[in-house]
């Protein structure tokens, strides 16, 4: 049974840092990939960042890059999203998720249709 965990959500002061776990079992991350996207009340899916099955390149979208960093410890199947300088437009609810489709061992575009199991979100929080 494919499962997604997220974990490591809480509440920070702005400029501070979280670190989230998306945990799978069901199946290996090597070679899937793994998608990190946030939802914040009120406003679509937004998709941040997606980490390869094969190689482990991660890519970011202009929102978060080079403030958010992801990676993945296969041996533990679980990836990381390491969320740095947080900021008021950045609190939501977290979710990690695999790509649909044959070709799941590459990130498609960071768009929701284009994944297919979900973990439960995490709840992310900033403020002073």
């Known amino acids: 049974q494919v499962q997604l965990v997220e974990s490591g959500g809480g509440s920070v002061q702005p400029g501070g840092s979280l670190r989230l776990s998306c945990t799978v079992s069901?199946?290996?991350?090597?070679?899937?990939?793994i998608g990190w996207f946030r939802q914040a009340p009120g406003k679509e899916r937004e998709g941040l960042s997606c980490?390869?099955?094969?190689?482990?390149?991660?890519y970011y979208t202009d929102s978060v890059k080079g403030r958010f960093t992801a990676s993945k410890d296969e041996a533990k199947n679980t990836v990381y999203l390491q969320m740095n300088g947080l900021q008021s437009e950045d609190p939501a609810v977290y979710y990690c998720?695999?790509?649909?489709?044959?070709?799941?061992?590459?990130?498609?575009?960071?768009?929701?249709?284009?994944?297919?199991?979900w973990g439960q979100g995490a709840q992310v929080t900033v403020s002073a």
């Open positions: 998720a695999t790509p649909t489709g044959r070709f799941n061992y590459l990130c498609p575009p960071l768009q929701p249709d284009e994944y297919g199991y």
């Open positions: 980490i390869t099955g094969s190689g482990g390149d991660a």
């Open positions: 069901g199946f290996s991350l090597d070679p899937i990939s």
